[in-house]
C-alpha cells in the first residue's frame, strides 16, 4: 500500500507543503476573539534574533500589556525555552497567554507589540504557517491545523481565499517578492490540475 504524501514546492532553498497553496484560510476575528494568543502550552515560536528586538522595543509596548504579562517578563525575560527545546515568547504568570497580549474593550486578544506599531514575531505573522529550519540552512513551510480556527478554515472557504493568499503580505515581507510571485505561480498550476 502507498502513500500519498503530496506535493512539495521548491522555490530556492525553501520547502512549501501543498496544503499551503489548496487548503482556504482566513482569520475569523469575531469567532476566536484572539484564541491563539491565549491558548496553547507555549509562547509562539521564535527566531534567534527576535528576543534582543522584543526586548528593545519593550519601553514603547509593555504599558499596553496585561499586568502578569509583565509579571512574566520580570520573572522569565523575554523568551522562554518549552519542552521541546524551541526559543518561544514568554507567558504571561500563571496562564497560558502569550505575555504580549493586551485585551480590548469587549475582551478580545490583541498583540501589544503589534498595537504599538512594532514587528510582531515572525511565526505570528506567518499563522497558520509554520516555519521549520532544515539541515543545509533550508526551511519549510507546513500548514498548522488548530481546532481553534475551524472557523478560520471555514471563512477562507467561503471567502475563497486560500492560505498563500490570506498571508501575501508577511510572506512578501518575510521572503521577498520574488518568492511570492514563484510561489503564486506554482499555485496557478497546481490550481489547473
Not at 20 to 42: P, T
Not at 60 to 65: D, E, I, Q, R
Not at 118 to 128: E, N, V
Request: glycine content about 12%; charged content about 30%.
Amino acid at each position: 500500500m502507498t502513500k500519498d504524501f503530496g506535493t512539495i514546492i521548491q522555490i530556492g532553498d525553501i520547502l512549501v507543503s501543498e496544503d499551503v497553496i489548496m487548503e482556504f484560510f482566513a482569520c475569523d476575528y469575531g469567532a476566536c476573539r484572539g484564541a491563539c494568543c491565549i491558548e496553547g502550552d507555549s509562547g509562539a515560536p521564535l527566531e534567534e534574533w527576535e528576543p534582543e528586538n522584543i526586548e528593545r522595543d519593550y519601553p514603547g509596548f509593555s504599558p499596553l500589556m496585561e499586568p502578569g504579562g509583565r509579571r512574566g517578563v520580570d520573572k522569565k525575560g523575554f523568551f522562554e525555552i518549552d519542552r521541546e527545546g524551541d526559543m518561544v515568547t514568554t507567558l504571561s504568570d500563571g496562564s497560558e497567554e502569550c505575555a504580549y497580549c493586551h485585551f480590548g474593550p469587549s475582551g478580545e486578544c490583541l498583540c501589544s507589540i503589534e498595537k504599538c506599531g512594532f514587528k510582531k514575531p515572525i511565526s505570528c505573522s506567518l499563522y497558520p504557517i509554520r516555519v521549520t529550519k532544515l539541515t543545509g540552512g533550508g526551511q519549510a513551510l507546513n500548514l498548522h491545523r488548530w481546532d481553534i480556527c475551524k472557523a478560520a478554515f471555514e471563512k477562507g472557504r467561503r471567502d475563497g481565499t486560500r492560505v498563500y493568499q490570506f498571508l501575501k503580505k508577511p510572506l512578501t515581507d518575510i521572503y521577498g517578492g520574488e518568492f511570492y510571485e514563484a510561489l503564486e505561480a506554482a499555485a496557478n498550476h497546481l490550481l489547473k490540475v
